[in-house]
């Protein structure tokens, strides 16, 4: 028997690193609160959909392989694609139980499913041109050669801290499993998928590869929330609101701004960009996808009551 759907408004979720651990220990006792949370929304009869980061996580599983491989001589070194999908499946199993332990706990009769999610990019994006997203261990130029030549993986210097491998991080344009989503989340399940962006594939002679690169989460959450006719995209990040002039004497938080708006201030500079830059930009894509849609940049402990409108930065059409 399906699961009964919440009465209230369809939202898409992306939960931000601080909703998650550094470490799998760590990481099992922040998403019990992350679930609290969001089993407040679906206590009011909101429908969500969760999607999440996986940086520090990916980068773990990477590490760790390389590590392996080039002590013991045994252990195979993971190719990035598949390290993504590990991640997904771990952050997800933690996520997903914590938000149906947190369920039963208040009596609500719905049920989790995670879905590893694989996300369609283009060959041709620019972003492949010249990649710049690090991952993995640091080399010494040597050891980052050696590998380069042996695999035809890119590897640039890093800081002064050593060579690492670069990826690209191009645009998401589909969701493989759109499909399965739309009908688990029909069905009455929250569902948590499309995790660190989904793992990017190619798509060719009706077959998909997977692709080392790193796609920006919040654009995938967006897009999803355009393509299922969400009512809401709700980003959450470590602030309550976001604000112009952040950090200086003039710092203002805004409630609400609308797409001209946040693109005036994206000109002036007002959004860092390996910050609030890339939230506000996904915001933008989701509304202006679907105009009758409304975007939310807020704190995960501020979620419940910005989808009532009482705190957060609304961005609209």
């Known amino acids: 028997?399906?699961?009964?759907?919440?009465?209230?408004?369809?939202?898409?979720?992306?939960?931000?690193?601080?909703?998650?651990?550094?470490?799998?220990?760590?990481?099992?006792?922040?998403?019990?609160?992350?679930?609290?949370?969001?089993?407040?929304?679906?206590?009011?009869?909101?429908?969500?959909?969760?999607?999440?980061?996986?940086?520090?996580?990916?980068?773990?599983?990477?590490n760790a392989f390389a590590y392996a491989s080039a002590n013991d001589g045994k252990t195979p070194e993971m190719p990035f694609p598949?390290?993504?999908?590990?991640?997904?499946?771990?952050?997800g199993y933690q996520l997903s139980q914590a938000i149906l332990n947190e369920m039963r706990r208040r009596d609500i009769m719905r049920s989790t499913a995670n879905v590893v999610t694989q996300t369609v990019v283009?060959?041709?994006?620019?972003?492949?041109?010249?990649?710049?997203?690090?991952?993995?261990?640091?080399?010494?130029?040597?050891?980052?050669?050696?590998?380069?030549?042996?695999?035809?993986w890119t590897y640039k210097e890093d800081a002064g801290r050593g060579w690492r491998q670069v990826v690209a991080s191009p645009k998401p344009r589909r969701i493989v499993e759109s499909d399965a989503i739309r009908d688990l989340f029909d069905a009455g399940y929250v569902v948590?998928?499309?995790?660190?962006?989904?793992?990017?594939?190619?798509?060719?002679?009706?077959?998909?590869?997977?692709?080392?690169?790193?796609i920006d989460k919040d654009r995938s959450a967006a897009m999803m929330a355009a393509t299922f006719d969400a009512d809401m995209l709700v980003i959450l990040t470590?602030?309550?609101?976001?604000?112009?002039?952040?950090?200086?004497?003039?710092?203002?938080?805004?409630?609400?701004?609308?797409?001209?708006?946040?693109?005036?201030?994206?000109?002036?500079?007002?959004f860092a960009p390996g910050s609030m830059l890339p939230k506000v930009e996904a915001c933008l894509e989701y509304v202006?996808?679907?105009?009758?849609?409304?975007?939310?940049?807020?704190?995960?402990?501020?979620?419940?009551?910005?989808?009532?409108?009482?705190?957060?930065?609304?961005i609209t059409a």
């Open 1 to 62: 028997m399906p699961y009964q759907k919440g009465s209230g408004k369809s939202v898409v979720i992306a939960l931000g690193g601080n909703a998650l651990g550094n470490t799998p220990q760590e990481q099992l006792e922040l998403v019990k609160n992350t679930a609290r949370h969001i089993v407040d929304m679906v206590a009011e009869g909101i429908n969500v959909i969760v999607t999440h980061g996986n940086g520090p996580q990916v980068g773990m599983i990477n």
């Open 238 to 270: 470590a602030v309550e609101k976001v604000a112009v002039n952040f950090g200086k004497p003039d710092q203002a938080d805004i409630d609400v701004m609308d797409a001209a708006q946040a693109r005036q201030y994206i000109e002036e500079g007002q």
């Open 82 to 91: 598949e390290a993504g999908a590990m991640s997904q499946g771990y952050i």
């Open 122 to 152: 283009y060959p041709d994006d620019p972003a492949f041109e010249n990649p710049t997203k690090p991952v993995g261990a640091f080399l010494t130029e040597e050891e980052a050669k050696a590998k380069a030549a042996e695999t035809g």
């Open 192 to 214: 948590v998928c499309t995790g660190g962006g989904g793992v990017p594939v190619f798509e060719a002679n009706d077959a998909y590869t997977g692709v080392p690169a790193v």
């Open 288 to 314: 202006e996808a679907r105009p009758q849609g409304r975007a939310l940049i807020t704190s995960l402990e501020c979620a419940a009551a910005g989808l009532r409108g009482e705190t957060g930065t609304i």
